[in-house]
C-alpha cells in the first residue's frame, strides 16, 4: 500500500486533481504503454544477447567477478612539464580573473595556470548585470580551437610577418582603384579612429557588413530621427511589451541585458506588477515561446497589423483583415491601457516596416521612456547598399584591394557565384581571420588573426558605457590583431594597445578600467526627438507590397549557432534548440496542419527549391510556424572551415533577398517536395515523456493576486513512514529554487555547466541514440492547440533528495549523501552498473558509453583541473558545484568570516541571463534560498514520491 494520499479537495470524494495536458512533441502527444519501453529502440543495438537463462548466470556471473577487476585499470600516462621558473601571477590551484569582453557583452575570464577555462558575466557592468549566453560561454572553447590558422600564407605558402607585410605594401603601392575594409559592425572607439587614420595614410575606406543584417532598422531611424543607428530599449520601464517577429530573448542583439530587464518585470510581486508581453511571428522562437499572448501570423498579415496598429495611433486609414481584427483589437486595447509605458518592436529588417514600429513608439509616447536613439558617436553599422555597391564596383574591375577582417561574406551571401567572380577581378584580396572560411579561400594574403581573448580592443556594449577587451593568454599561435596587420602596412608605429591608451588618454580612468572592465562614459541614456512627419507614403508602400507566390521560406538565427560565425564550436552544435530540442543540424520547420496536407512527418528529408538553389534538409513538424511556410536556421552548411562545421546542415543564407536597400530574411518564396525519409534527427527532447504527471505548475496573474497559492494548491498528505532514518541538518544544507516564470529557456546554463564540469562531447550519432551527457537539460512542454500552442521550459537537473532513490541501489555506494545535503558521485567506486540511473525518477543521470574524445592538446586546455575526467563506465550527474562550495568556504576560513549568502554561486545560476536560479544555504533563514522555500509559489517535481527534492521550483504565472 502507498504511503501517499492524493488530495485535490476536502469532501473527501476521492477526486483526482485536474493536471492540464502537456505534450513535448506534437506527434507524440498520446504516448502508448508500450511505447515507453524500459530500453528504448536503438539504446542497444551494439549489445544485443539471446536472452535465455544460460546467458542471464553468464552474464551476472561476470558482473560479480569483474568489480574487484575494475580498480585494476591502467591509468593513461600524461607528462607534464614544470615552470623553469616560479611566475608571480601564477599561483598554483588558484584562479586568476582578467576583465575582457565578448561580442559586447562585459565579461570576466577565469584562467588556471595561465589558461583561460571559464567564462562569467561582468557584475560591475550596468548593460549585462553579470549574465552571460551560451556563445559567450563557449566563446572559451574557440580559443582552443586547432584549426585555427597559425602563420600567415601568400597563395597558399606559409612565410613570416615581415615577408608578409614587404610584400603585401608593395602590391599594395601598385594597386589601381578603391583599397576597401570589410569588417562587422565596428562599436570600438578607438578601432573606428585607426580607421579613420588609415584612410588618410593608405586611401582605406570602411564597409561594415553582418551576416544578419540590422540595416533596415538603421535606416528607418535615420529617417525619423537623423541618426543612422539602432534603437536602445528598456524592458523594465515597459508595462506592455509587442513584438512582430523579434527575437529580443534569444537571437537578437543584446540579448543578456534585454533578459536582465524583462525578468524583472516577470515578478509578480514588482511594485509595478507584471508585464504583459505580446508576440506576433511565422516561426516559433524562444522569444516567442515566452509570450503571455502569441499570434502565429505569415509575414504579410504581420503588416497588416502594423498597418492597423499605425491608422489607429497616426494618420493613416486602414481595416485590418478579417483573421487580424480580433488580434488587433487586443494590441491596441492593451496599448491604450499603458501609453508612455510600452514597447513595440519588429524583428523585420525591411526600412519601411521600421518606420511603421518607430511612428507607433512616438505615437504612444515611448521615446525616452522605454525605447531610445542616441546621437551616433562610437559606432560604424552595416550598410547593405554600400555591400552591394562594392560587389558592383568588384566585378567593374574598380576595387584593387580589399581586407577582410573577421568577416565571411562569401559565406554569408550564400556561396554567390557572383561575388566570387567578383573577388577573381581584385588583385590583392587579404583575409584577416581566425580560421579559413569561403572568403578566405578567395584571399592571396592570409593574415591569421588572434582570437578575442588573445587581443587588446574596446567595445561600446550601450550608448552609455564603455567595455574593456584585454588579453588572458598570449597568442597561441603565430597570429596577430588585424589591427597591428593594418598599423604595420599604413606605417603607424607601436602596439594596438599603445594606440588604444593614447586614443582614450585622461578621458578615462585606464588602471580602474582595466580592472573593473567596464566605466560609464555617460551618465544616463538620452534620446534624439522624432522628426517625421505623415507616413502616408510609407504605409502605402507597405501595403503594396506584392507577395510571391508558393511557400513562403523563412530564414531565422538558430539561438546557438547564429549567424554561423561560431559553428565549428561543438559545445553551441551540442546544445539542444531551445524549441525543437535539436542538435548538429538545421531542419526544414514545417506546420502541423501543412505537414497533414502534404503528407509529411518528422524525419523525411525535402527538397526546398526557391529559383535556382535548392536545399535539402529533414523535417521536423514544429507547432508555431505559419500555414504556408518553411522556417530554416541560418548559420549552417559551410563547404570550408573546420572539422565541426565543415558540411554540416545547409547554407539558408543561400535564400536571401536584397529587397529595398536591405537583405532581406523572409522575401523568398519557393517549393518544397519530399525526396526521402529515415533522417536521423539527433533531438534531446522525445527522451523523457510526461506521462500525465504533475510536473508543471503555472497559473495566471489575476488569479495569483486573489490567491498567491493559485496553481499550487495540490496538497498531499505522506505518512510519517520512512525505510531509513532521516539525515542529519547540520551545518550548511544546500538547496536550489528555480523560478519557473523567470526562466526563458534560453540554455546559457547548459553550457555554463559544460565548461565548468568538464562535461564531454559526445557527437550527432550518440545524440540520436538518446546518449547525450548534458548534466543539465531544459525540457520544453507545449499546451494546448497545435499551431498555436503555449510553452513552458523546465530546467531539470539531479535533484539531490533527502530519500534519494540512487543510493539504495548502488552496490558499492558510489552515490552517497553528504553531510551537507549533496547526493555524491565517487567516481572511482562506480563500475558502471546503472541502477542508479535506472532507479531515478527524474532521469538526471549520465552514463559514460566510451572514453569520449577530449581532442587534441592544445583543445585540452579547456579542462578545468578541479574537476576529475570521467572515462568508459562511469555515472555521472550534477554535483550542484561542489568545487565551488569548497572553494567558498576556504576563502571564508582564510578571511576567519561565517560563509555569507552569495559567497557561493553554481555555474548555472552564476550564467543565467534571467536570474531564475537562486542558490545557497536553506538553514539560514536570511539567506535568498530560504525566502524562495517560503515562497507561495514553491513545489517540486513529482513530490508524490516522498524523494524529497533539494531542487524546488516556483509556479509559473502568465499575465494573460
Not at 497588416?304 to 494618420?315: N, R, T, V
Not at 578600467?513 to 504605409?539: C, F, M, P, R, W
Not at 509529411?600 to 523535417?619: A, C, N
Not at 529515415?678 to 504533475?694: L, P, S, V
Amino acid at each position: 500500500m502507498s504511503n501517499l494520499e492524493k488530495e485535490s479537495c476536502g469532501s473527501g470524494c476521492g477526486c483526482k486533481p485536474s493536471t492540464p495536458d502537456y505534450w513535448q512533441d506534437v506527434e507524440n502527444k498520446v504516448v502508448s504503454k508500450a511505447e515507453l519501453m524500459e530500453f528504448p529502440e536503438g539504446e542497444f543495438d551494439n549489445f544485443s544477447v539471446r536472452k535465455t537463462r544460460r546467458n542471464f548466470l553468464k552474464i551476472m556471473g561476470y558482473s560479480v567477478s569483474a568489480l574487484p577487476l575494475t580498480g585494476c585499470i591502467k591509468i593513461p600516462v600524461r607528462k607534464a612539464l614544470p615552470y623553469t621558473y616560479k611566475q608571480n601571477t601564477i599561483i598554483p590551484g588558484v584562479a586568476n580573473w582578467y576583465a575582457s569582453a565578448f561580442n559586447g557583452l562585459p565579461v570576466l575570464l577565469k584562467t588556471r595556470e595561465g589558461r583561460p577555462i571559464k567564462v562569467e558575466g561582468n557584475e560591475k557592468s550596468s548593460f549585462g548585470q553579470g549574465g552571460a549566453n551560451a556563445q559567450a560561454q563557449a566563446s572559451v572553447l574557440s580559443l582552443y580551437d586547432t584549426n585555427r590558422l597559425r602563420e600567415p600564407s601568400i597563395e597558399g605558402s606559409e612565410v613570416s610577418w615581415e615577408q608578409f607585410d614587404d610584400s603585401l605594401r608593395k602590391l599594395l603601392s601598385e594597386a589601381k582603384g578603391r583599397k576597401v575594409l570589410v569588417t562587422k559592425s565596428l562599436r570600438s572607439p578607438s578601432e573606428i579612429s585607426l580607421v579613420k587614420e588609415l584612410s588618410n595614410k593608405m586611401g582605406l575606406e570602411h564597409i561594415a557588413f553582418d551576416a544578419v543584417s540590422s540595416t533596415g532598422e538603421a535606416s528607418a531611424n535615420s529617417e525619423t530621427h537623423g541618426v543612422y543607428t539602432l534603437s536602445e530599449f528598456d524592458f523594465e520601464q515597459a508595462d506592455v511589451v509587442v513584438s512582430f517577429g523579434n527575437d529580443f530573448l534569444g537571437a537578437h542583439r543584446s540579448d543578456v541585458a534585454n533578459a536582465k530587464q524583462f525578468s524583472k518585470r516577470r515578478n509578480p510581486k514588482h511594485s509595478r506588477g507584471m508585464n504583459k508581453h505580446i508576440q506576433v511571428e511565422s516561426n516559433m522562437s524562444l522569444t516567442g515561446s515566452n509570450a503571455d499572448h502569441r499570434f502565429t501570423r505569415s509575414e504579410q498579415d504581420q503588416r497588416d497589423i502594423l498597418l492597423s496598429l499605425a491608422a489607429e495611433f497616426g494618420d493613416y486609414s486602414h481595416m485590418p483583415k478579417a483573421n487580424n481584427k480580433e488580434v488587433v483589437a487586443k494590441i491596441i486595447k492593451e496599448l491604450k491601457l499603458s501609453r508612455g509605458n510600452a514597447l513595440v518592436l519588429s524583428g523585420s529588417n525591411d526600412k519601411n516596416v521600421q518606420i511603421l514600429i518607430n511612428q507607433i513608439n512616438h505615437s504612444l509616447g515611448n521615446y525616452g521612456k522605454t525605447i531610445f536613439v542616441s546621437e551616433k558617436s562610437y559606432e560604424k553599422l552595416s550598410n547593405d547598399q554600400e555591400v552591394e555597391q562594392l560587389i558592383a564596383d568588384m566585378n567593374g574591375s574598380r576595387v584593387g584591394a580589399v581586407f577582410f577582417a573577421g568577416v565571411d561574406p562569401v559565406y554569408a551571401l550564400g556561396e554567390s557565384e557572383r561575388l566570387k567572380s567578383a573577388l577573381s577581378k581584385v588583385r590583392v584580396r587579404v583575409a584577416m581571420v581566425e580560421s579559413a572560411s569561403s572568403t578566405s579561400n578567395t584571399a592571396n594574403f592570409i593574415a591569421p588573426a588572434n582570437h578575442t581573448y588573445e587581443s587588446w580592443s574596446d567595445e561600446m556594449v550601450s550608448s552609455t558605457e564603455l567595455a574593456m577587451v584585454q588579453p588572458a593568454i598570449q597568442p597561441l599561435f603565430g597570429t596577430r590583431m588585424w589591427t597591428e596587420t593594418l598599423m604595420s602596412l599604413g606605417g603607424i608605429e607601436g602596439s594596438f594597445y599603445d594606440y588604444m591608451k593614447n586614443y582614450w588618454g585622461n578621458r578615462i580612468d585606464w588602471n580602474q578600467t582595466l580592472h573593473d572592465g567596464v566605466t560609464q562614459i555617460k551618465s544616463e541614456k538620452d534620446s534624439v526627438s522624432y522628426k517625421l512627419g505623415s507616413i502616408n507614403s510609407v504605409a502605402k508602400k507597405v501595403k503594396n507590397y506584392q507577395e510571391g507566390s508558393g511557400l513562403q521560406i523563412i530564414g531565422f538565427k538558430n539561438y546557438a549557432i547564429g549567424d554561423g560565425a561560431m559553428a565549428n564550436n561543438p559545445w553551441l552544435q551540442e546544445l539542444p534548440d531551445p524549441i525543437t530540442k535539436a542538435t548538429w543540424d538545421n531542419h526544414a520547420l514545417i506546420s502541423p496542419a501543412y505537414a497533414k496536407s502534404e503528407g509529411l512527418s518528422t524525419g523525411d528529408i525535402v527538397e526546398v527549391t526557391s529559383g535556382k538553389t535548392k536545399l535539402k534538409l529533414p523535417v521536423i513538424v514544429q507547432p508555431g510556424v505559419a500555414q504556408n511556410a518553411v522556417a530554416i536556421a541560418l548559420g549552417y552548411g559551410h563547404s570550408v572551415g573546420g572539422k565541426v562545421s565543415r558540411k554540416l546542415g545547409a547554407n539558408a543564407f543561400s535564400l536571401v533577398k536584397f529587397v529595398n536597400g536591405s537583405y532581406q530574411y523572409t522575401a523568398s518564396f519557393g517549393s518544397l517536395k519530399k525526396v526521402g525519409t529515415g533522417a536521423k534527427i539527433a533531438r534531446t527532447q522525445t527522451h523523457q515523456y510526461m506521462e500525465g504527471r504533475d510536473i508543471v505548475r503555472e497559473t495566471t496573474f489575476d488569479a495569483y493576486k486573489k490567491n498567491p497559492k493559485a496553481g499550487n494548491d495540490k496538497v498531499f498528505k505522506l505518512a510519517n513512514v520512512d525505510i531509513y532514518p532521516a539525515h542529519k541538518k547540520d551545518g550548511h544544507q544546500w538547496a536550489m529554487a528555480i523560478n519557473m516564470s523567470s526562466c526563458t529557456g534560453c540554455s546559457a546554463c547548459i553550457v555554463s555547466c559544460n565548461a565548468e564540469n568538464n562535461v564531454p562531447v559526445v557527437g550527432k550519432t550518440e545524440i540520436a541514440r538518446k546518449r547525450d551527457m548534458h548534466w543539465l537539460r531544459l525540457d520544453r512542454y507545449y499546451k494546448g492547440d497545435d499551431n498555436e500552442p503555449e510553452v513552458v521550459h523546465q530546467p531539470m537537473l539531479c535533484q539531490h533528495c533527502e530519500n534519494a532513490p540512487c543510493e539504495n541501489v548502488c552496490p558499492v555506494l558510489a552515490t552517497v549523501h553528504s553531510s551537507d545535503g549533496i547526493n555524491q558521485q565517487i567516481y572511482n567506486r562506480c563500475v558502471g552498473t546503472r541502477y542508479c540511473a535506472n532507479n531515478c525518477p527524474y532521469k538526471v543521470r549520465r552514463f559514460n558509453w566510451f572514453n569520449y574524445d577530449r581532442g587534441e592538446e592544445v583543445e585540452r586546455m579547456v579542462l578545468n583541473p578541479d574537476i576529475s575526467q570521467r572515462t568508459r563506465g562511469i555515472m555521472e550527474k550534477c554535483s550542484f558545484c561542489i568545487q565551488r562550495i569548497q572553494d567558498g568556504k576556504l576563502k571564508a576560513k582564510r578571511e576567519r568570516r561565517e560563509l555569507q549568502d552569495g559567497d557561493i554561486k553554481v555555474a548555472c545560476q552564476q550564467s543565467c541571463p534571467s536570474n531564475a536560479i537562486v542558490f545557497g544555504d536553506m538553514m539560514n533563514p536570511e539567506t535568498e534560498i530560504s525566502k524562495q522555500l517560503a515562497d507561495e509559489r514553491k513545489y517540486v517535481v513529482l513530490e508524490e514520491l516522498n524523494v524529497q527534492p533539494r531542487v524546488n521550483y516556483l509556479t509559473k504565472i502568465r499575465n494573460k
